[in-house]
């Protein structure tokens, strides 16, 4: 079992910048990918990006591309989205997730066996 905690939402403007964080309980944290996905008001939740067990690897919606980097600290148990030039469209909850593997499509939320509660992120134009 693995409990996440997401944390870094906010307002911000056009153009800012905000840092999410998702800290994970338990002792295997290593064994699980992770990733991140979202939810807008009247929307279906969407994928966003997601890391391999190393860090090495990332995935990305072609939206985010350019402008979100997805990392994870294996030490501390922590997977961090850091959104840069952020868009009044990427207005929405931002949920972290794990998958224990193994990992075969990774934008698919059947994918993922444990979500945060999510936090919220509001762009303002």
């Known amino acids: 079992q693995v409990r996440l905690v997401e944390s870094g939402g906010g307002l911000v403007q056009a153009g800012g910048s905000l840092r999410l964080s998702c800290a994970a309980s338990?002792?295997?944290?290593?064994?699980?990918?992770m990733g991140w996905f979202r939810q807008a008001p009247g929307k279906e939740r969407e994928f966003v990006a997601a890391v391999g067990l190393s860090g090495s690897t990332t995935y990305y919606t072609d939206s985010v591309k350019g402008r979100f980097a997805i990392s994870r600290d294996n030490a501390k148990n922590t997977v961090h989205l850091q959104m840069s030039s952020l868009e009044p469209e990427d207005t929405a909850v931002y949920y972290c997730?794990?998958?224990?593997?193994?990992?075969?499509?990774?934008?698919?939320?059947?994918?993922?066996?444990?979500w945060g509660q999510g936090t919220q992120v509001t762009v303002s134009s």
């Open positions: 997730a794990a998958n224990r593997g193994p990992l075969y499509h990774e934008d698919s939320e059947r994918e993922y066996d444990y």
């Open positions: 338990g002792r295997t944290f290593s064994r699980y990918a």
